[in-house]
């Protein structure tokens, strides 16, 4: 079974960085795209970052303006986010989502891990 | 990007009912070289992470009661929910992956119970 465990998640204050990590057990993370997803409170769900299965492809959501990077380790299957500059408005819950074998790139989510940004 | 439109926002349906909710996309999502359409279906009770239902338009997810029918092809989608049970109150999104990311999801349409 997979699964996925994301940390790191608490509150910070404007300006502030932080980075969340994930754990994922049950699948072979070096061969799957793995990508952060959130959702602010109230509203819907937002693609934010997403890497390959080797690193050699990285997207983030263009409204990030550059403050956020994803990377991996795929000899301790986790995948992170460091998040810079935070603002007010990246208050959310942050999932933490693999690949299907299929294909399906937002197959299998974590929980989420909570980030609240407040002065 | 692609601009994934979802309708209607909410449903009201009585319990054993059909619930239908509609997604079109602002492009198509049929690749024509594998014939699939790239849309998948999620759906996200409160405190829990969203589920993946539906993939390739209509392929259910392993585990997926048979009620949850995905259709559509191109820009247009339906994800149909017959004999509407307790258990699937919650909000419904759509979702394409037909480019690389940024990947789109619809706003929503909560479902509720009549």
């Known amino acids: 079974e997979v699964q996925l465990v994301e940390s790191g998640g608490r509150l910070v204050r404007p300006g502030g960085s932080l980075r969340l990590s994930c754990a994922a057990s049950?699948?072979?993370?070096?061969?799957?795209?793995m990508s952060w997803v959130r959702q602010a409170p109230g509203r819907g769900l937002e693609w934010v970052s997403s890497?390959?299965?080797?690193?050699?492809?990285?997207y983030h959501a263009d409204s990030l303006m550059g403050r956020f990077a994803i990377s991996r380790d795929n000899a301790r299957d986790l995948l992170f986010l460091q998040m810079s500059s935070l603002r007010v408005e990246d208050t959310a819950i942050y999932y933490c989502?693999?690949?299907?074998?299929?294909?399906?790139?937002?197959?299998?989510w974590g929980p989420g891990t909570q980030l609240t940004v407040s002065s | 990007d692609i601009v994934m439109t979802q309708s209607p926002h909410s449903l009201t349906v009585s319990l054993g009912e059909r619930a239908t909710i509609n997604c079109r996309s602002s492009?198509?999502?049929?690749?024509?070289?594998?014939?699939?359409?790239?849309l998948a279906w999620y759906q996200h009770k409160p405190g829990q992470p969203p589920k993946l239902l539906i993939y390739?338009?209509?392929t259910r997810e392993s585990g997926v009661p048979d009620r949850f029918i995905g259709s559509g092809s191109g820009t247009d989608f339906t994800l149909t929910i017959n004999s509407l049970q307790a258990e699937d109150v919650a909000v419904y999104y759509c979702?394409?992956?037909?480019?690389?990311?940024?990947?789109?999801f619809g706003l929503g349409t909560r479902v509720e119970i009549k």
């Open positions: 390739w338009a209509s």
């Open positions: 890497m390959s299965k080797s690193g050699t492809y990285i």
């Open positions: 049950g699948i072979t993370f070096s061969s799957y795209t």
């Open positions: 989502v693999s690949q299907t074998p299929e294909g399906v790139p937002l197959g299998h």
């Open positions: 979702q394409q992956f037909y480019t690389p990311p940024p990947w789109t």
């Open positions: 492009q198509s999502l049929l690749y024509t070289s594998d014939n699939k359409n790239y």
